[in-house]
């Protein structure tokens, strides 16, 4: 199949660009199409398109909670109108757990939303409308929500990254609240894997969840890095507005394709602080992953 990934310069995306050309895919990536009202655009030709671009800093988008609504509301429209007039087999939507608010069970795949920022608000909707399009059009979509993501590449202004950076310096860790929200992590390489079966096996018209089955605190795992640094200093302040403080999703959907996670997260952490260069030892660690099919 041809693989048209739209945001491929994200962390996500460009991991699952990655993947597929491991796998010998056909693929081609563009960061973010620019959609000019009242002039033509085409997307290039594909088989399935797989759409990371969103505007996903939850607490900075009370600050200007135009642009994410812009971003994640208008922009996709335009978008999806776009993908609309071609002729695909799927369009993968990345969404986020963040359109159900906070909950403090593992949640099955579900289309009513409670969202507590603009920035979540915005990705709900946007979720709202493909759902529309599918409705009316019975446009190939489905809608896929993935817990907390981390491996190579990520941004440093994401939980892990920043922690073994500054955690490595010396200097204090800022935990918010009292460090007890509970998350589910996932290694890249795992969702990627995840993404890559529901292109081939995912049914139009559905949502899945792709997460682990082990829920940690953000102090446990600010603890783990520590751990693995043999050093570290946590200090507490006030918690952000509208933060979640759980959102643990079940992948039981996901699993009946055959998929499931194979990365423990103390396995990824060393691997990251590995290929970071924050082992004294300076070690490589590799975990070890198995192989599907295809």
């Known amino acids: 199949m041809r693989y048209l990934v739209l945001g491929?310069?994200?962390?996500?995306?460009?991991n699952f660009v990655k993947f597929l050309k491991e796998r010998g895919e056909s693929v081609q990536g563009l960061a973010r199409p620019q959609f000019d009202l009242g002039k033509d655009f085409?997307?290039?030709?594909?088989?399935?398109?797989v759409n990371f671009i969103a505007e996903n800093t939850p607490a900075e988008s009370w600050e200007d909670p135009e642009r994410w609504l812009q971003t994640n509301i208008i922009y996709q429209n335009r978008l999806f109108e776009e993908i609309r007039k071609k002729e695909i087999s799927l369009y993968v939507h990345i969404s986020t757990p963040?359109?159900?608010?906070?909950?403090?069970?593992?949640?099955?795949?579900?289309?009513?939303?409670?969202?507590?920022?603009?920035?979540?608000?915005?990705?709900?909707?946007?979720?709202?409308?493909?759902?529309?399009?599918?409705?009316a059009y019975?446009?190939?979509?489905?809608?896929?929500?993935?817990?907390?993501?981390?491996?190579?590449?990520?941004?440093?202004?994401?939980?892990i990254?920043?922690?073994?950076?500054?955690?490595?310096?010396?200097?204090?860790?800022?935990v918010f609240g009292t460090g007890r929200s509970q998350r589910s992590f996932i290694?890249?390489?795992d969702a990627c894997r995840g993404l890559y079966i529901l292109s081939k096996d995912g049914?139009?018209?559905?949502h899945y969840h792709i997460s682990t089955q082990k829920q940690y605190s953000i102090l446990e795992v600010v603890r783990m890095i520590c751990k693995i640094l043999g050093k570290g200093e946590v200090e507490f302040k006030l918690d952000k507005v509208g933060k979640e403080h759980a959102y643990l999703l079940n992948s039981d959907k996901m699993r009946a394709l055959g998929w499931h996670d194979?990365?423990?997260?103390?396995?990824?952490?060393?691997?990251?602080?590995?290929?970071n260069g924050y082992l004294e030892d300076q070690r490589k660690f590799k975990v070890k992953v198995e192989t599907i099919d295809g």
């Open 98 to 135: 963040e359109v159900y608010g906070s909950n403090a069970h593992w949640l099955k795949e579900r289309k009513d939303y409670l969202p507590l920022t603009p920035s979540a608000v915005s990705r709900a909707c946007s979720d709202m409308l493909l759902q529309t399009y599918w409705r």
């Open 42 to 49: 085409s997307l290039p030709s594909s088989d399935v398109i």
């Open 262 to 275: 194979q990365i423990e997260l103390n396995e990824g952490l060393r691997e990251y602080a590995s290929q």
């Open 8 to 14: 491929s310069s994200s962390f996500y995306g460009s």
């Open 203 to 206: 049914k139009p018209g559905e």
């Open 161 to 174: 990254p920043k922690a073994f950076r500054l955690l490595s310096q010396g200097e204090k860790f800022t």
């Open 138 to 159: 019975r446009f190939p979509m489905i809608i896929t929500r993935t817990t907390n993501v981390y491996g190579p590449g990520q941004q440093e202004t994401r939980l």
């Open 187 to 189: 290694h890249v390489r």
